[in-house]
């Protein structure tokens, strides 16, 4: 059965009045369903080896035209931080919304794709134009998340406790000793349940360390973190026994020059990563209008060359798009098919063949397991918010 979340492209054999069946379908289904006009150019058919080619490389094409949308989908809403308010903002075909496009009175783009091409002409067309975008966007997203992961990294060396975050910006240059010959200024996280420890024992972890010189340099919710003067002779045995006592020695060497590089990084990066932001969301709201439209027109092609393979010529055929109210899917699936069971001789014919092919089942799999009506159904999904 069709999906309750996709829009249904139909196409039946141009017999009689055609004109009339818009209205018909539209007086049958269940209300709200929406039922407009899907233009199906007569397309040159070739000949029916390479009918039957194509009937079996499309739905391959399809699953490929289907993923790289939905892939760009998915970029712009990590991009906009999965707010359904702005990717509805940005999910836009030729700047209107998908729907007014595809329900719009949809017609073939015949500037773009001429239909004076042969099929397989047209699909390498479509093929070689959504490889291209995928290319593209997977080259600028690989680009993105490298200067966001890089940005993020720096970022979070200044956040968590000080145990582990940077102490670039919290020790100064008053709070170490520098250029002495002989001692040098530790610094130490010491856990809030142990800091009365630090304070009473300190001076006596090993010989040679300064008396009174633990000083307070900043604390948070877990750690204090202090500095201490000891003799330079002393600093590995110093170092063992704070580990023993579950103090944290923090390697830290203050430099002025490497507190502005770190800085300097942090403001390029930030910079290139909303730059490259910019880009990618620019280029994934183009691309998503470009590859949605390249996937309709796919869809058409694949309505086209199954009615052909279905009903035969003349290669005339008349095409719905079909947007299902959801808690009415079963019915309005169900009007389709009464109202257009009279085309059932002429499409069992294409069914009785499927069926009987059972020793080519590896060459013409996909042909078999795709679900069978009398008319032809192919579906465009929503895009999801």
């Known amino acids: 059965m069709p999906s309750d979340q996709s829009t249904w492209l139909i196409a039946v054999p141009q017999d009689g009045d055609s004109e009339a069946l818009l209205p018909e379908i539209t007086s049958k289904v269940p209300q709200h369903t929406r039922v407009t006009e899907l233009g199906i150019p007569s397309f040159k058919t070739g000949t029916l080896d390479s009918l039957i080619a194509l009937s079996e490389e499309l739905p391959k094409q399809d699953a490929f035209f289907t993923a790289t949308v939905a892939k760009i989908v998915d970029t712009l809403r990590n991009l906009l931080n999965n707010d359904p308010s702005k990717l509805a903002q940005h999910v836009l075909v030729n700047e209107g919304s998908v729907d007014d496009y595809v329900l719009g009175g949809w017609k073939w783009n015949d500037s773009r794709y001429g239909v004076q091409r042969s099929l397989r002409e047209m699909v390498d067309v479509l093929n070689k134009e959504m490889a291209s975008i995928d290319n593209v966007m997977k080259a600028k997203l690989n680009n993105y998340n490298i200067v966001k992961g890089s940005l993020v990294q720096m970022q979070r060396k200044k956040t968590g406790n000080l145990s582990v975050r940077s102490l670039v910006g919290l020790v100064s240059k008053e709070d170490v000793i520098q250029d002495s010959e002989y001692l040098e200024t530790c610094l130490v996280a010491v856990p809030k349940i142990l800091v009365k420890e630090w304070n009473l024992n300190y001076e006596?972890?090993?010989?040679?360390?300064?008396?009174?010189?633990?000083s307070?340099?900043?604390s948070d919710s877990e750690y204090t973190l202090f500095g201490v003067v000891i003799f330079?002779?002393?600093?590995?045995q110093f170092i063992q026994k704070c580990r023993e006592h579950k103090f944290i020695i923090r390697d830290f060497v203050y430099s002025e020059e490497q507190i502005a590089k770190e800085g300097e990084e942090l403001e390029m990066a930030d910079t290139t990563e909303k730059e490259l932001w910019?880009?990618?969301?620019r280029l994934s709201r183009t691309n998503f209008s470009e590859s949605f439209q390249i996937l309709v027109h796919l869809k058409i092609l694949r309505l086209f060359v199954e009615s052909v393979l279905r009903y035969g010529l003349p290669a005339n055929y008349v095409g719905l798009?079909?947007?299902?109210?959801?808690?009415?899917?079963?019915?309005?699936?169900?009007?389709?098919t009464n109202h257009l069971s009279y085309l059932s001789p002429r499409s069992s014919g294409r069914a009785q063949k499927q069926s009987t092919a059972d020793e080519f089942a590896g060459e013409y799999q996909s042909l078999m397991e795709q679900e069978f009506f009398d008319f032809v159904l192919y579906?465009?999904?929503?895009?999801?918010?």
């Not at 006596?204 to 633990?214: A, F, G, I, Q």
């Not at 299902?324 to 009007?335: C, D, V």
């Open 216 to 218: 307070t340099i900043a």
């Open 321 to 336: 798009a079909i947007r299902p109210e959801p808690k009415y899917t079963k019915k309005t699936l169900s009007a389709l």
């Open 278 to 281: 910019t880009e990618l969301l």
């Open 204 to 214: 006596r972890l090993t010989n040679m360390v300064v008396p009174r010189s633990s």
């Open 232 to 236: 330079k002779r002393v600093h590995d």
């Open 379 to 385: 579906e465009v999904p929503w895009i999801v918010l």
